[in-house]
């Protein structure tokens, strides 16, 4: 796959024990993203944050949170990105968790498979 120029950035930012089955919910849907053969997915932890709930969770010694924020970050072009929208939120309401979906344009200066060794 190569794909470069303009491009989608869709943001999803879940808790870390928002589960759907015994799986993560964020690893659910990165493993959605991969089967609807999008460019990529990264999932990032956050260190200190808080939703709608307005309840911070921190990864702070004193104040162990095993709920901390996981963003996920998928990037592909602007019609595969509104295609896997619906399975998101097919996802979201399985999992009966709330979060936040956000989408930006990007552009792609680089997206290159590695060489395998």
């Known amino acids: 796959m190569n794909i470069s120029g303009q491009a989608v950035l869709l943001r999803v930012f879940v808790g870390e024990s928002d589960?759907?089955?015994?799986?993560?919910l964020y690893e659910v849907i990165v493993r959605k993203a991969r089967d609807a053969d999008l460019a990529g997915a990264t999932v990032l932890k956050g260190v200190l944050g808080f939703g709608?709930?307005?309840r911070?969770?921190?990864?702070?010694?004193?104040?162990?949170?095993?709920?901390?924020?996981m963003v996920i970050e998928i990037v592909d072009e602007a019609d595969k990105i509104t295609a896997f929208q619906t399975s998101l939120s097919e996802l979201f309401e399985k999992a009966g968790k709330g979060g936040l979906v956000t989408i930006e344009n990007i552009r792609i200066v680089h997206y290159l498979p590695g060489?395998?060794?």
């Not at 589960?19 to 993560?24: D, E, M, Q, R, V």
């Open 19 to 24: 589960k759907l089955g015994h799986l993560p």
């Open 52 to 54: 709608a709930s307005a």
């Open 56 to 69: 911070i969770r921190t990864q702070k010694i004193l104040d162990l949170s095993s709920d901390l924020p």
């Open 115 to 117: 060489k395998n060794t």
